[in-house]
Protein backbone atom coordinates (compact mmCIF):
# COMPACT_ATOMS: atom_id res chain seq x y z
CA UNK A 1 0.00 0.00 0.00
CA UNK A 2 1.50 3.74 -0.61
CA UNK A 3 1.95 5.75 2.19
CA UNK A 4 1.73 9.26 2.53
CA UNK A 5 4.25 11.94 2.86
CA UNK A 6 3.57 15.11 4.59
CA UNK A 7 3.87 18.48 2.60
CA UNK A 8 5.61 21.87 3.61
CA UNK A 9 1.72 23.15 3.55
CA UNK A 10 0.97 20.68 6.08
CA UNK A 11 -1.33 18.54 3.95
CA UNK A 12 -0.70 14.84 3.34
CA UNK A 13 0.19 13.24 0.07
CA UNK A 14 0.05 9.69 -1.74
CA UNK A 15 1.64 9.10 -4.81
CA UNK A 16 -0.12 5.78 -6.71
CA UNK A 17 1.06 4.59 -9.74
CA UNK A 18 -1.65 5.19 -12.72
CA UNK A 19 0.10 4.00 -15.88
CA UNK A 20 2.72 4.24 -18.26
CA UNK A 21 2.59 6.43 -21.55
CA UNK A 22 5.68 7.16 -24.23
CA UNK A 23 7.20 10.17 -23.67
CA UNK A 24 10.15 11.10 -26.39
CA UNK A 25 10.47 7.67 -26.89
CA UNK A 26 10.86 6.22 -23.23
CA UNK A 27 8.16 4.77 -21.37
CA UNK A 28 7.70 7.63 -18.73
CA UNK A 29 5.18 6.09 -15.31
CA UNK A 30 2.37 8.62 -14.74
CA UNK A 31 1.65 8.90 -11.33
CA UNK A 32 -1.97 9.84 -9.57
CA UNK A 33 -1.71 12.64 -6.61
CA UNK A 34 -4.19 11.94 -3.66
CA UNK A 35 -4.33 15.14 -1.19
CA UNK A 36 -5.87 15.57 2.24
CA UNK A 37 -5.37 17.17 5.65
CA UNK A 38 -5.88 14.04 6.98
CA UNK A 39 -2.67 11.01 6.25
CA UNK A 40 -5.77 8.14 6.45
CA UNK A 41 -7.84 9.82 4.49
CA UNK A 42 -4.54 10.26 1.23
CA UNK A 43 -3.90 6.89 1.86
CA UNK A 44 -7.63 5.86 1.40
CA UNK A 45 -8.12 7.83 -1.74
CA UNK A 46 -4.99 6.24 -3.16
CA UNK A 47 -5.91 3.01 -2.28
CA UNK A 48 -9.98 3.29 -4.16
CA UNK A 49 -8.34 4.74 -7.25
CA UNK A 50 -6.14 1.69 -7.14
CA UNK A 51 -8.85 -0.88 -6.50
CA UNK A 52 -11.26 0.58 -9.37
CA UNK A 53 -8.13 0.58 -11.80
CA UNK A 54 -7.81 -3.32 -11.17
CA UNK A 55 -11.76 -3.84 -11.87
CA UNK A 56 -12.12 -1.35 -14.78
CA UNK A 57 -11.24 -1.92 -18.16
CA UNK A 58 -8.98 0.79 -20.14
CA UNK A 59 -12.02 2.79 -22.34
CA UNK A 60 -9.33 2.90 -25.31
CA UNK A 61 -9.95 -0.64 -25.74
CA UNK A 62 -13.74 -0.87 -25.79
CA UNK A 63 -15.36 -0.65 -29.01
CA UNK A 64 -18.60 1.74 -28.95
CA UNK A 65 -20.71 -1.60 -29.68
CA UNK A 66 -19.24 -3.64 -26.91
CA UNK A 67 -19.64 -0.93 -24.61
CA UNK A 68 -23.12 -0.78 -26.07
CA UNK A 69 -23.41 -4.62 -25.31
CA UNK A 70 -21.91 -4.50 -21.90
CA UNK A 71 -24.38 -1.63 -21.07
CA UNK A 72 -26.88 -3.60 -21.56
CA UNK A 73 -26.03 -7.00 -20.07
CA UNK A 74 -25.94 -4.87 -16.55
CA UNK A 75 -29.06 -3.56 -16.62
CA UNK A 76 -30.94 -6.49 -17.89
CA UNK A 77 -32.10 -6.69 -14.74
CA UNK A 78 -33.66 -3.35 -14.24
CA UNK A 79 -34.72 -3.09 -17.56
CA UNK A 80 -37.83 -4.27 -19.09
CA UNK A 81 -37.81 -7.09 -22.08
CA UNK A 82 -39.04 -4.63 -25.01
CA UNK A 83 -36.01 -2.10 -24.07
CA UNK A 84 -33.25 -5.17 -23.83
CA UNK A 85 -34.78 -6.54 -27.49
CA UNK A 86 -34.80 -2.50 -28.76
CA UNK A 87 -31.40 -2.53 -27.33
CA UNK A 88 -29.95 -5.78 -29.25
CA UNK A 89 -31.60 -4.77 -32.07
CA UNK A 90 -30.05 -1.53 -32.17
CA UNK A 91 -26.64 -2.90 -31.91
CA UNK A 92 -27.24 -5.21 -35.11
CA UNK A 93 -29.06 -3.12 -36.77
CA UNK A 94 -28.55 0.42 -36.47
CA UNK A 95 -25.41 3.09 -36.13
CA UNK A 96 -22.97 0.70 -37.76
CA UNK A 97 -20.68 3.50 -38.46
CA UNK A 98 -19.86 3.16 -34.87
CA UNK A 99 -19.93 0.23 -33.31
CA UNK A 100 -16.29 -0.82 -34.20
CA UNK A 101 -14.92 2.68 -33.08
CA UNK A 102 -13.82 2.87 -29.73
CA UNK A 103 -15.52 4.71 -26.99
CA UNK A 104 -11.86 7.34 -26.34
CA UNK A 105 -12.18 7.48 -30.16
CA UNK A 106 -15.84 9.21 -30.55
CA UNK A 107 -16.14 12.88 -30.94
CA UNK A 108 -19.08 15.12 -31.16
CA UNK A 109 -18.34 15.49 -35.14
CA UNK A 110 -18.69 11.51 -35.39
CA UNK A 111 -22.04 11.38 -33.58
CA UNK A 112 -23.28 14.42 -35.20
CA UNK A 113 -22.59 13.10 -38.83
CA UNK A 114 -24.16 9.18 -37.29
CA UNK A 115 -27.31 11.72 -36.50
CA UNK A 116 -27.54 13.56 -39.45
CA UNK A 117 -27.22 10.11 -41.74
CA UNK A 118 -29.72 8.33 -39.35
CA UNK A 119 -32.10 11.49 -40.34
CA UNK A 120 -32.62 11.00 -43.38
CA UNK A 121 -34.40 7.03 -43.38
CA UNK A 122 -35.53 7.41 -40.17
CA UNK A 123 -38.56 9.39 -38.19
CA UNK A 124 -37.16 12.22 -35.79
CA UNK A 125 -38.57 9.87 -32.59
CA UNK A 126 -36.14 6.95 -33.41
CA UNK A 127 -33.44 9.54 -34.30
CA UNK A 128 -33.65 10.72 -30.54
CA UNK A 129 -34.49 7.12 -28.96
CA UNK A 130 -30.73 5.95 -30.89
CA UNK A 131 -29.14 9.11 -29.51
CA UNK A 132 -30.70 8.67 -25.84
CA UNK A 133 -28.94 5.28 -26.02
CA UNK A 134 -26.02 6.50 -26.85
CA UNK A 135 -25.84 9.15 -24.35
CA UNK A 136 -26.78 7.09 -22.05
CA UNK A 137 -23.47 4.61 -22.77
CA UNK A 138 -21.11 7.13 -23.19
CA UNK A 139 -22.20 8.59 -19.81
CA UNK A 140 -21.10 5.27 -18.61
CA UNK A 141 -17.78 4.97 -19.66
CA UNK A 142 -17.12 8.53 -20.35
CA UNK A 143 -18.31 10.66 -18.29
CA UNK A 144 -16.37 13.80 -18.87
CA UNK A 145 -17.83 13.52 -22.48
CA UNK A 146 -20.79 15.76 -23.21
CA UNK A 147 -22.44 15.48 -26.20
CA UNK A 148 -23.79 18.83 -28.16
CA UNK A 149 -25.98 17.20 -31.11
CA UNK A 150 -28.25 18.67 -32.63
CA UNK A 151 -31.14 16.54 -33.56
CA UNK A 152 -34.42 16.56 -35.34
CA UNK A 153 -37.11 18.54 -34.49
CA UNK A 154 -40.19 16.29 -32.66
CA UNK A 155 -42.93 16.11 -35.14
CA UNK A 156 -46.85 16.67 -34.14
CA UNK A 157 -48.89 13.86 -34.62
CA UNK A 158 -51.81 14.65 -36.78
CA UNK A 159 -54.67 13.54 -35.00
CA UNK A 160 -58.25 13.40 -36.46
CA UNK A 161 -61.22 14.12 -34.42
CA UNK A 162 -64.56 13.23 -35.96
CA UNK A 163 -67.25 15.93 -35.34
CA UNK A 164 -70.55 15.23 -33.53
CA UNK A 165 -72.31 15.09 -36.43
CA UNK A 166 -70.14 12.40 -37.70
CA UNK A 167 -70.25 10.28 -34.45
CA UNK A 168 -74.34 10.25 -34.70
CA UNK A 169 -74.06 9.98 -38.31
CA UNK A 170 -71.77 6.63 -37.58
CA UNK A 171 -74.27 5.47 -34.67
CA UNK A 172 -77.28 5.42 -36.41
CA UNK A 173 -75.96 2.72 -38.41
CA UNK A 174 -74.94 0.82 -35.28
CA UNK A 175 -77.53 -1.48 -34.65
CA UNK A 176 -75.19 -4.08 -32.55
CA UNK A 177 -75.33 -3.21 -28.66
CA UNK A 178 -71.31 -5.05 -28.70
CA UNK A 179 -69.71 -2.89 -30.64
CA UNK A 180 -72.02 0.33 -29.48
CA UNK A 181 -70.25 1.26 -26.63
CA UNK A 182 -66.46 0.73 -28.26
CA UNK A 183 -67.41 3.38 -30.95
CA UNK A 184 -68.61 5.32 -28.06
CA UNK A 185 -65.96 4.88 -26.12
CA UNK A 186 -63.31 5.65 -29.03
CA UNK A 187 -65.34 8.80 -30.00
CA UNK A 188 -65.47 10.19 -26.56
CA UNK A 189 -62.54 9.14 -24.56
CA UNK A 190 -59.27 9.79 -26.33
CA UNK A 191 -58.30 7.00 -26.79
CA UNK A 192 -55.49 5.57 -28.87
CA UNK A 193 -54.19 2.43 -30.76
CA UNK A 194 -52.08 0.56 -28.49
CA UNK A 195 -49.28 -1.79 -29.98
Avoid at 13 to 29: A, N, P
Avoid at 144 to 167: G, M, W
Amino acid sequence: MAKAKKLPSGQWRTLIYSHTEKVDGKDKRIYESFTSEEKKESEYMAAEFALNKKNKRDIKDIAFGEALEEYTDKRSAVLSPASIKKYRKLRKSAMQSLMNIKIADLSQEIIQGEINTECLTLSPKTVRDNHGIISAVLSEYRPEFRLRTILPKKVRPCIYVPSEHEISKLMRHVNNREIEIPIMLAAYGGMRRGK
